[in-house]
């Protein structure tokens, strides 16, 4: 059965029930129906017909439902007999089924959870071993160094740390406010590749272009020389600029060190008497520094992650307003009332299908596209020295925000201020979730359906650098000029693994029709990214697995929420004893995730001294590779606007150095 079909099917079937449940309510006390509704009474003479009507009786109620529930199981066997009690207790025992079941299903879970991050941790180990000794291992970032008046910060630097340090001390490089030659270097090297290319044509006839958009507008120009104009006064530009850095250092330094023990003390013991002074952290790899948050003054980072932070609140409380807008969608008769003048398309089937059906998770999917660019700029904005660490809060911003906007406001499907009271009374949230989650279980279906399978798909097909690509081609001439190799964007994607398997765990035994569309999600997704992992991606940062405890504290989420529902839906269906006894489950999970913490995450936020002992043993077995390594290691945290750069000025091939590698 296709989905459309499902949903249709689900549709109809629901719209029955609930209008049978509606008849039954408003008929059951109408004078004339009680031999129909209420015989065995009336047999019995408990219950007389009503010869009396009334406009109240017209009013759907489920009074009945309560009466349903009130009687005892003993108050069942004296009325109905043993047979009905039985009855009864079948409805009981698959209750009992789920309770069991979410008992085994947490137990799996966490023992996977268990194995995975014990894998993972011997892995990050075994790579450590493994590796060459790289520069973030043996430096560290030494920010609010105190420089006193008539020094400088790297005299300051060399003094503190040869005193200190005598016999692991290295070398340092002062960090400098270089955001503007970044922007300069950053047009040379575009205007660089481009020369190139023109180049490699021989300056055919393709390189007279108009200099304006797409080449279709502007003058009509010769590229060559025109790229050339340009370059000449980014290269002069660049050299005043380079020229006025010796007077904006910034109190901040990365310190190198001779042995990876020596970075580690130096990293994990406070320097000075001052706690607010040279203040260390574990340096990045040099390709991964985020050199323009150094230009940033302390107050100015503090006031960009309180703006990152309300800027995130706000993004958060705005985008109720497309999940409002999917949720009329997948009510046709709101929508019928919002846009009256539908009425007569939306009563056509397929029509009916693709709006409520594909329509709200693709419009959904549309303005979720636009997060995780706007979670990485906000990221950026909090001071973080590495490109890895900005991707890393943006991935952790996208997850949540995806767990409460997709999951949460499309569960409550309320008012804002609805949903706020439901969370600030605590014993409400059980059962309101009970009652909500299972309701969504076709929309988060088609959802994955949508984000997942046609994601992947469309990830595959790379759609949008295919277009752009042909539009350079038959616009701008560039065919494969300027490419670059895109890497793997970890804050978009983990969050939505992360998600998919949280609708999983938690609609494992409340809607399991659900799985396999994950299941089918999981394995297209596992073979179509080593896909893409070895032919499209480049790594541009390795963190040796840091982004593994996001993961873990996902999934433990996902089991708390499970645990949550679970115990509002035995409430609901007044399994007092399987609720009670579904309590522990949350607490047990916690604690199993504290263990995790203490037995597994130290290792991820730093290598221990028994493996660093043993690393820099290993090293000193081979003195010719670690001398050139020092030597590499005193240049590996320059800046990369001090470097040399060499860039052709003229047709006649002649290069001149944009930027000596002098010291500043």
């Excluded at 023990?261 to 706690?275: D, K, M, R, T």
């Excluded at 295919?466 to 000029?481: E, H, I, P, S, T």
């Excluded at 697995?545 to 529902?565: A, D, E, R």
């Excluded at 077995?621 to 320059?638: C, G, I």
Aim: include cysteine.
């Amino acid at each position: 059965m296709i989905l459309s079909a499902l949903l249709t099917s689900v549709g109809i079937n629901l719209g029955l029930c609930f209008l049978f449940l509606v008849l039954y309510s408003i008929l059951r006390k109408q004078p004339g129906n009680i031999t129909v509704y209420a015989p065995r009474l009336v047999a019995e003479g408990k219950t007389q017909q009503r010869g009396q009507f009334n406009l109240e009786s017209l009013l759907p109620t489920a009074g009945w439902v309560k009466k349903a529930w009130q009687p005892s199981e003993e108050e069942l066997l004296s009325i109905l007999g043993l047979d009905a009690v039985v009855f009864m207790r079948i409805f009981t025992f698959r209750l009992w089924i789920h309770f069991c079941a979410a008992y085994v299903f947490t137990g799996v879970v966490c023992y996977l959870l268990y194995y995975e991050y014990r894998y993972i941790s011997s892995k990050r180990i075994a790579y450590f071993y493994s590796s060459k000794p790289q520069p973030h291992q043996f430096t560290i970032l030494v920010r609010s160094v105190p420089v006193p008046s008539g020094s400088t910060c790297g005299e300051t630097v060399e003094s503190f740390f040869t005193e200190n340090h005598p016999v692991t001390y290295l070398s340092h490089s002062v960090v400098h406010q270089s955001s503007k030659l970044q922007g300069l270097i950053g047009d040379a090297e575009k205007l660089y590749r481009r020369l190139g290319n023109l180049k490699l044509k021989n300056h055919t006839p393709q390189g007279f272009k108009r200099d304006g958009f797409l080449g279709l507008f502007g003058r009509k120009v010769d590229l060559l020389d025109h790229y050339e104009k340009k370059l000449e006064d980014i290269q002069d530009n660049a050299r005043l600029e380079r020229s006025s850095l010796a007077g904006k250092e910034i109190p901040a330094a990365f310190v190198s060190f001779k042995s990876q023990l020596g970075a580690a003390v130096a990293l994990h013991i406070q320097q000075g008497v001052n706690p607010t002074e040279w203040l260390t952290e574990q340096a990045p790899e040099p390709q991964d520094v985020h050199w323009s948050f150094f230009s940033a003054s302390y107050k100015k980072r503090w006031i960009s992650k309180l703006v990152a932070f309300i800027a995130c609140a706000a993004l958060t409380i705005l985008f109720l307003i497309p999940v409002v807008i999917v949720q009329g969608l997948t009510n046709l008769d709101q929508l019928e009332t919002w846009f009256p003048f539908l009425e007569g398309i939306l009563n056509l089937a397929f029509v009916s299908q693709v709006i409520t059906g594909y329509l709200p998770s693709l419009i959904l999917q549309m303005f979720l596209s636009f997060v995780p660019p706007i979670m990485i700029m906000l990221s950026s904005m909090q001071g973080f020295i590495a490109q890895s660490q900005i991707e890393k809060s943006a991935c952790i911003k996208v997850l949540w925000f995806t767990i409460w906007n997709i999951f949460f406001a499309n569960v409550l499907s309320g008012s804002a201020l609805y949903q706020v009271n439901v969370f600030l009374e605590p014993k409400k949230i059980p059962s309101v979730l009970a009652e909500a989650v299972p309701a969504q279980a076709s929309f988060f279906i088609a959802y994955v359906v949508t984000s997942g399978w046609t994601s992947l798909s469309k990830d595959l097909f790379r759609l949008t650098p295919l277009v752009c690509n042909f539009f350079k081609r038959v616009f701008a001439g560039k065919a494969g000029d300027e490419f670059e190799v895109p890497s793997i964007p970890y804050h978009s994607e983990i969050p939505k693994l992360l998600f998919f398997g949280l609708l999983g765990v938690t609609y494992f035994f409340l809607a399991p029709l659900i799985l396999p569309f994950l299941l089918v999600y999981y394995c297209l997704g596992y073979i179509i990214y080593r896909n893409q992992l070895l032919n499209v991606f480049a790594s541009n940062y390795e963190t040796a697995g840091k982004f593994w405890p996001i993961v873990h504290y996902s999934t433990i989420f996902s089991l708390v929420l499970m645990h949550i529902i679970a115990i509002g839906v035995f409430g609901l269906k007044k399994v007092p004893l399987a609720s009670s006894l579904i309590v522990p489950l949350p607490v047990l999970t916690l604690l199993f995730n504290d263990y995790c913490e203490k037995r597994f995450l130290p290792i991820f936020k730093a290598y221990p001294t028994e493996c660093l002992v043993k690393k820099d043993r290993e090293d000193l077995n081979d003195p010719a590779t670690m001398a050139e390594f020092y030597e590499k290691l005193v240049t590996a945290y320059r800046e990369p606007t001090l470097m040399s750069m060499q860039y052709p000025r003229s047709t006649d091939g002649r290069n001149i150095p944009l930027l000596h590698a002098a010291e500043v």
